[in-house]
């Protein structure tokens, strides 16, 4: 695992507040977008970081070993 459980959690709730803020700003700015497409980008998103986190770490031996 790369990474504990407790900091990728911390990453996901980091990663959902700057998609709702960066929504914000892009709104401010005359850019709309839609609440199901920030949703799916945060599901994207924190789908990336949960591969990313539960993959071995290159070079280690595997469980199973």
Same mark, same amino acid.
């Given at each position: 695992?790369? /990474?504990?459980? &407790?900091?990728?959690? !911390?990453? $996901? #709730?980091?990663?959902?507040?700057?998609?709702?803020?960066?929504? /914000?700003?892009? &709104?401010?700015?005359? !850019?709309? $977008? #839609?609440?199901?497409e920030t949703a799916l980008?945060?599901?994207?998103?924190?789908?990336?970081?949960?591969?990313?986190?539960?993959?071995?770490?290159?070079?280690?031996?595997?469980?199973?070993?």
């Amino acid at each position: 695992m790369h /990474t504990s459980p &407790a900091k990728l959690l !911390i990453l $996901i #709730a980091l990663s959902l507040v700057i998609l709702v803020e960066g929504r /914000t700003v892009l &709104a401010f700015f005359g !850019i709309e $977008i #839609a609440p199901l497409e920030t949703a799916l980008i945060g599901v994207v998103i924190i789908a990336t970081l949960v591969i990313w986190a539960v993959r071995p770490l290159r070079g280690s031996p595997s469980e199973s070993e």
